[in-house]
């Protein structure tokens, strides 16, 4: 079964890019979103979705296959695309 | 201002206070473009990798070198974005791992 990845990111953050090339490495398939290229209500809710999963609201966070990874973390990235 | 010029510029202000630039380029140099996109953006180098609120005022703590460099730096070598390092961080003598978000999110406004 294909591993389910979300990516919150914002366009100008290196760690975002940096995980994204990481997961394109590893063949995985992700949704992306850049939280600073929404406006308006689509980006107050997106910024209540992020605090959800990650209180700090800092970027990248990531979910993969439902667990919330924050920060470019490889180790914790590689643990949870092998569940 | 190019990227490269930016460096250049910085470089010689930041260093002699003991805040060296992140020899790894690939970092390097694409944060430097992204202060310039965020100067053309919002008219000030908001933080690449934290969201900026588009407010000088509600940003003024998140502009680059942000206030949490000099924490963070001393805590753990590297600050936020892995753009300014320390000399032992460079020397390798302390581990480099993710640095946490220190900015409290009630920074956040919108």
Same mark, same amino acid.
């Given at each position: 079964?294909?591993?389910?990845?979300?990516?919150?990111?914002? &366009?100008?953050?290196?760690?975002?890019?940096?995980?994204? /090339?990481?997961?394109?490495?590893? $063949?995985?398939?992700?949704?992306?979103?850049?939280?600073?290229?929404?406006? $308006?209500?689509?980006?107050?809710?997106?910024?209540?979705?992020?605090?959800?999963?990650?209180? &700090?609201? &800092?970027?990248?966070?990531?979910?993969?296959? $439902? /667990?919330?990874?924050?920060?470019?973390?490889?180790?914790?990235?590689?643990?949870?695309?092998?569940? | 201002?190019? *990227?490269?010029?930016?460096?250049?510029?910085?470089? @010689?202000?930041?260093? *002699? @206070?003991?805040?060296?630039?992140?020899? #790894?380029?690939?970092?390097?140099? *694409?944060?430097?473009?992204?202060?310039?996109?965020?100067?053309?953006?919002?008219?000030?180098?908001?933080?690449?990798?934290?969201?900026?609120?588009?407010?000088?005022?509600? #940003? %003024?703590?998140?502009?680059?070198?942000?206030?949490?460099?000099?924490?963070?730096?001393?805590?753990?070598?590297?600050?936020?974005?892995?753009?300014?390092?320390? @000399?032992?961080?460079?020397?390798?003598?302390?581990?480099?791992?993710?640095? *946490?978000? %220190? %900015?409290?999110?009630?920074?956040?406004?919108?």
């Amino acid at each position: 079964m294909a591993p389910e990845v979300k990516v919150y990111a914002l &366009s100008t953050c290196i760690h975002c890019k940096k995980a994204k /090339e990481y997961l394109d490495q590893c $063949g995985v398939k992700y949704d992306c979103v850049h939280v600073d290229q929404l406006t $308006g209500q689509e980006r107050k809710d997106m910024v209540e979705e992020v605090k959800k999963l990650n209180p &700090s609201v &800092s970027f990248p966070t990531l979910v993969v296959n $439902g /667990e919330t990874i924050v920060g470019f973390n490889q180790e914790k990235i590689d643990e949870a695309l092998k569940k | 201002m190019t *990227p490269e010029k930016l460096y250049e510029a910085l470089k @010689k202000i930041q260093e *002699p @206070k003991g805040y060296f630039f992140n020899p #790894d380029m690939s970092m390097t140099m *694409p944060l430097m473009e992204s202060l310039l996109i965020n100067k053309d953006r919002l008219g000030y180098m908001a933080c690449p990798c934290r969201l900026a609120n588009g407010e000088f005022e509600a #940003d %003024r703590d998140i502009v680059c070198p942000c206030e949490y460099r000099e924490a963070d730096v001393a805590e753990f070598g590297a600050c936020f974005c892995g753009l300014y390092v320390s @000399k032992a961080w460079l020397e390798g003598t302390i581990e480099k791992v993710v640095v *946490p978000e %220190r %900015r409290p999110v009630e920074k956040i406004l919108w």
